[in-house]
């Protein structure tokens, strides 16, 4: 008998060992691929999502920086007429040459780029159409004639227009009120008093090459004398409209310098984008798109609604969507290869990591240092106590000072006296977590510098102020410009002495504080006599030579207290507000006499002039401006019955009217 095999049953046989590793790896490996893509999938939204707010924030910022530049160039041009408003309210007649003069003076090409001139539109009623023709006519115009022609209730024409180039040229003598568009600018100007900007027309400047649309700005002028307080006095007292064409290409190029290239700009004159009212295109060749940042704004220029439009252009968009695909496929890439090396050796992914976080920091502080350092702002951090920690070397260049001289110090000491409260309350405001935006006047070693700060606090992760970042802007350059504008308004081109507005509002104060104190004062009106043969026959350049000499003769006479105004022509008003007494003004007065009787030694040879003056006391011989000037001015001309070169005061006369003695 056969001894029986032993049966045996089947058993699983062991895995191998590379088998295992193999799952040890790819599990990891799998689970951590899948981790990842998720990840990648919500970094990349949240990429997206904070790259469109920045280029929204960028578009928001682009339009409030150039609405603000349009604002501010429309305020210089305001200006502007309103300088060519009171030289007509400071002479009886202003002349071509007088006109060209000015509008030279202002320095146009240079300091109001994109503007095309300035000029004057004579208004003309129906019935003195007629002796307005014969008057252009006889002023060396045979020709002249109104555009266009025909029969109307009232004309306008364009007689004075500078500088005068060949665009210029076409514009005289056109009849603006003979247009719809520019009747109603005018229109609305002359009933309201102030400057108004027409809607978009098409400036008879054009021709038929490079047309663009435009728009006029219009200021009424008034007759001398004549009151304008209210509506039907503006009406009845109007003389013209001093005014400023503009090619609208022209002007918003000129105002803006270099577009910027990221962002396209259209200006449309109303509330409504249409073709028919586009009024400017910054890069009028690209094609409409709707899936673009856009922002719109509605300004008020002038009385005159425009709708300023802005949107991404298309070539941004198109990069902003390259750099989000490699940006994704370089992420993605990086994060699968990481996860894969951390199953692999999580040493080496660690000094990889380390490394990277090395060169990013690196890379971060050399952009910071760079961007910092190079700025042309001025770059501050302040301390928790308001105290400089760190100031970028364009401070310390603008103010003329060593570098890091200012570090630890508060933020005051950047001013002088004068300007240190502005500091210390703009400190403390940062400091209490309030963003600040404000002017400020700088002082170093030299002059003093104006700037435009800007301040936001900075805080902890808990909230608490840390400090502050100050970013300051040199606007020095622009508060001079505005001084310049101010004082032409306000002061006589060839003498440089103050002109009727400015005289007015120093009368009106004078009044005030006689009326509110009893404190008397006196009002000189002073006539140049035998100027006018002067100017016949040596020349109007001899004339001003005169002007200028006999004002600074009178300056001399006078106090610093006084004022003394150019009143037109060769007539000047002396205000002395601390003279209470008829003899005290008689004294002022001989004084002046004398001086202008002494010869004027010129370049045209000898002139020889005398003064007639006319005396008034307030408030013994009138207590109003016009009351004051009309009786001062009759003073003058009884000066001038008795044999010029002599002085007059007021007196009433017997029978309750006026009179001088």
Same mark, same amino acid.
């Given at each position: ?40 999938? #919500? $970094? ?35 200006? $502007? ?102 009747? +109603? ?33 219009? &200021? ?5 004398? #004549? ?269 440089? &002495? ?25 009002? &000189? ?29 009178? &300056? ?60 008034? #006391? ?19 001309? +009884? ?9 007059? $005061? ?12």
């Amino acid at each position: 008998m056969g001894i029986p095999m032993a049966e045996t049953s089947p058993v699983e046989a062991p895995r191998s060992a590379p088998e295992r590793t193999a799952w040890m790896v790819a599990l990891p490996v799998l689970l951590a691929t899948l981790g990842v893509a998720v990840a990648v999938v #919500m $970094v990349w939204n949240e990429i997206g999502r904070r790259h469109r707010e920045r280029v929204e924030e960028h578009l928001a910022f682009q339009a409030r920086e150039i609405t603000e530049h349009i604002d501010q160039r429309m305020r210089a041009y305001r200006q $502007v007429l309103r300088g060519a408003r009171a030289l007509f309210d400071a002479s009886d007649n202003v002349t071509a040459s007088d006109w060209k003069a000015y509008v030279e003076a202002l320095a146009l090409p240079r300091d109001f780029s994109g503007i095309q001139g300035v000029g004057f539109v004579r208004y003309v009623r129906a019935g003195e159409l007629a002796e307005h023709l014969r008057e252009m006519r006889a002023a060396g115009h045979p020709d002249y004639a109104i555009r266009p022609p025909g029969e109307r209730a009232e004309y306008s024409s364009v007689i004075y227009l500078e500088p005068s180039t060949w665009r210029n040229q076409r514009a005289l003598a056109y009849d603006g009120l003979s247009e719809p568009v520019r009747r +109603e600018a005018m229109d609305r100007a002359r009933r309201s008093g102030e400057a108004t900007l027409s809607g978009k027309v098409i400036l008879k400047q054009e021709t038929d090459q490079d047309v663009q649309s435009g728009v006029v700005l219009v &200021l009424p002028t008034y007759r001398h004398g #004549m009151p304008t307080g209210s509506e039907d006095e503006r009406l009845a007292a109007l003389s013209g409209w001093v005014f400023s064409p503009f090619r609208t290409h022209d002007l918003i190029t000129g105002t803006l310098g270099q577009m910027p290239n990221l962002v396209r700009v259209r200006i449309y004159d109303g509330d409504a984008a249409s073709p028919d009212t586009l009024l400017f295109d910054s890069h009028p060749d690209d094609r409409s798109r709707y899936d673009l940042a856009a922002r719109s704004l509605s300004r008020k220029i002038e009385g005159r609604t425009w709708l300023l439009v802005f949107e991404a252009r298309q070539e941004t968009a198109a990069d902003i969507s390259r750099w989000r695909a490699e940006l994704g496929v370089v992420v993605t890439f990086g994060v699968l290869l990481v996860a894969l090396t951390a199953t692999l050796s999580l040493a080496a992914r660690r000094s990889r990591r380390l490394a990277k976080m090395g060169d990013s920091l690196a890379h971060s502080e050399a952009m910071y240092s760079t961007l910092v350092n190079l700025s042309g702002e001025i770059i501050l951090l302040l301390d928790g106590r308001g105290h400089i920690e760190f100031g970028n070397p364009r401070l310390y260049r603008t103010l003329g000072l060593e570098p890091g001289c200012l570090s630890g110090k508060p933020l005051e000491v950047l001013s002088d006296d004068a300007g240190r409260h502005a500091l210390q309350s703009m400190s403390s405001a940062l400091l209490d977590g309030v963003t600040v935006r404000m002017e400020l006047t700088l002082q170093g070693t030299g002059s003093p510098v104006s700037v435009l700060a800007s301040g936001v606090p900075r805080q902890d992760a808990g909230g608490r102020v840390t400090g502050a970042i100050v970013v300051m802007s040199d606007i020095s350059e622009r508060k001079a410009d505005e001084a310049r504008i101010a004082w032409l308004a306000t002061h006589d081109g060839l003498t440089g &002495l103050p002109n009727r507005s400015l005289l007015t509002d120093r009368l009106s104060r004078a009044l005030n504080t006689e009326q509110r104190y009893q404190r008397r004062f006196c009002l &000189l009106f002073i006539d140049l006599d035998h100027f006018k043969d002067i100017n016949d026959r040596m020349g109007h350049h001899a004339g001003d030579s005169v002007l200028i000499e006999a004002s600074r003769r009178m &300056l001399a006479c006078l106090r610093a207290a006084d004022t003394l105004a150019r009143h037109g022509g060769d007539e000047f008003v002396a205000l002395l507000p601390e003279v209470t007494s008829i003899d005290g003004a008689f004294a002022v007065a001989e004084k002046i006499r004398a001086r202008l009787c002494e010869p004027f030694v010129i370049e045209e040879g000898q002139a020889q002039i005398s003064a007639s003056v006319g005396i008034v #006391m307030c408030p013994d011989q009138g207590n109003d401006l016009d009351t004051l000037l009309a009786r001062a001015d009759e003073a003058m001309y +009884e000066a001038k019955a008795e044999g010029r070169n002599t002085i007059a $005061v007021w007196r009433p006369k017997q029978n309750g009217q006026d009179n001088t003695t």
